[in-house]
């Protein structure tokens, strides 16, 4: 599940950055805008059924490809 | 009384806030002394006008009313998809409606309501979150404490349910409280130098150097407007976050250096940060959802700019269903897809953003569209074009 997640968000930020430094803040570094999140929102309900309201969580929590992965590893389990 | 806006409200305040400080300090939970202060200040603000204050009970408990229905229903598989736009749509009818009277007669009649801005914001976001499923239960009072918590009840700054719950729960340990009252207490004297010290001077030079007709007239209040506008609001604000704290509430901020922002994008960052976050979370990211999951447009920069228009312009209709309002909102939107458009496509901003030359040049320039933007917030714009139009016999 790790690596579907990285593949999704290295797709949506265009940048293989987000695998050696998965800990890298991708907001702050423009990785990801609005729109984006969005996106991965939407294709983390398709790969794995997982609903997730925009508005659930803070962008914060949902900061890092690390925290990312943790919150859906989370729901999942 | 005046909330944030006469001597015997600061005064009070400070009276109120000592025994918040002692049960904070003790460890104690802040709610119940927050909802008294709360009860006590809002019925002082209305005192003169006892109508007004029924008025208020009766917005208030239709919104409670409203979601508690909404949550019952919502129990079942399948009564969500119908009953949640007709239930949205109640949640925000009296606000559009005061604003539509307000646009046709000038006063709001029944609808006049202290705050009625603000509340309609949070009753829409408990809605809306009924509807996704992530708010399970409403308890009356602490709804009614969201609604009308006295220092975020006039101007915000917009806080969530879901976080406002979570503060008003807890207990505090007595460290992180004296650390918050600290900080507290500091964002409430920066936020009266800012108001009624730096505001002010502005609001003079305003109105001494720049309401004549002329072109460097116009240009002064631009200027003034613009800081005036930004010290008052950011001003209250802080007291508002502030006051918020010492009652162990951690108000979201509102400003966050605005003037600094080097696109119009930053700029929706740090100006009015939780009317642009919250329109963020429950306007644009739902039509851009409901976008490409419908599949009728595909490209991401149409489906963007589709939604910033509309969430700039309900922006603008929500400060009023004004001209000037209504233009301010669009004149955003162009702004933000006009960015969207140079952030995606421009070989030239992708090879500069990160050169120092180019961050003074789109620095410089963002200000100064922000400022033509208050500018035409102000009415100002919309009545030197009517008075050009007029002068012209054009109209």
């Known amino acids: 599940m790790r690596e579907k997640l990285l593949v999704m968000i290295e797709e949506l930020c265009g940048d293989e950055i987000v695998r050696e430094d998965p800990d890298i803040d991708l907001l702050e570094e423009g990785l990801i805008d609005s729109l984006d999140y969005i996106e991965l929102l939407l294709k983390i309900e398709d790969e794995f059924g997982l609903k997730m309201s925009p508005s659930e969580l803070t962008r914060e929590e949902m900061a890092t490809p690390n925290r990312i992965i943790a919150v859906v590893e989370k729901r999942l389990a | ?395």
Not at chain 2, 146 to 165: A, K, Q, V
Not at chain 2, 213 to 223: F, V
Not at chain 2, 226 to 250: E, N, P, Q
Not at chain 2, 252 to 273: A, C, G, T, V
């Open chain 2, 1 to 395: 009384m005046q909330l944030y806006g006469e001597n015997i409200f600061f005064i009070s305040l400070a009276v109120i806030l000592v025994p918040a400080f002692i049960l904070g300090y003790c460890e104690k939970p802040l709610k119940h002394y927050g909802m008294a202060a709360t009860v006590f200040f809002v019925v002082m603000t209305m005192k003169d006008k006892p109508q007004a204050l029924l008025y208020m009970l009766c917005f208030v408990w239709y919104e409670y009313i409203l979601a508690q229905i909404f949550l019952r229903i919502t129990t079942g598989e399948h009564g969500s998809r119908v009953a949640y736009p007709a239930f949205l749509i109640l949640s925000i009818l009296p606000l559009t409606l005061h604003k539509i009277l307000i646009a046709m007669n000038g006063n709001a009649g029944i609808l006049a309501i202290i705050g009625i801005s603000y509340m309609t914001f949070k009753a829409a976001q408990i809605i809306i979150e009924i509807s996704d499923g992530i708010i399970k239960e409403l308890k009356p009072d602490e709804y009614i404490y969201l609604m009308i918590f006295f220092p975020t009840l006039l101007s915000g700054p917009i806080d969530r349910s879901r976080r406002f719950e979570e503060d008003i729960r807890r207990t505090i340990p007595r460290e992180e409280y004296l650390e918050m009252a600290g900080n507290g207490l500091l964002k409430i004297l920066l936020g009266m130098v800012y108001k009624l010290a730096i505001a002010s001077v502005f609001y003079l030079l305003m109105k001494k150097f720049g309401m004549d007709r002329t072109l460097i007239s116009a240009a002064i209040y631009m200027y003034t407007y613009g800081f005036y506008l930004f010290f008052d609001f950011a001003g209250y604000s802080l007291m508002a976050v502030g006051t918020g704290y010492l009652l162990g509430v951690k108000v979201p901020d509102n400003f966050n250096k605005p003037f600094l922002s080097k696109d119009i994008q930053e700029f929706w960052n740090r100006w009015h940060i939780t009317l642009s976050h919250w329109l963020r979370d429950y306007v644009f990211s739902r039509i851009t959802m409901d976008l490409i999951r419908s599949g009728k447009v595909k490209d991401k920069l149409t489906i963007a700019s589709i939604a910033l228009m509309i969430n700039m312009l309900i922006m603008g209709c929500w400060h009023g269903l004004t001209g000037y309002y209504i233009l301010y909102g669009l004149y955003h939107g162009v702004l933000l897809v006009l960015f969207e458009i140079i952030r995606k496509k421009s070989a030239f901003y992708k090879k500069h953003k990160k050169d120092k030359w180019f961050m003074v040049v789109s620095w410089f320039v963002t200000l100064h569209l922000v400022l033509v933007g208050f500018f035409i917030f102000s009415g100002r714009f919309t009545r030197g074009v009517a008075f050009l139009l007029r002068s012209h016999g054009l109209i």
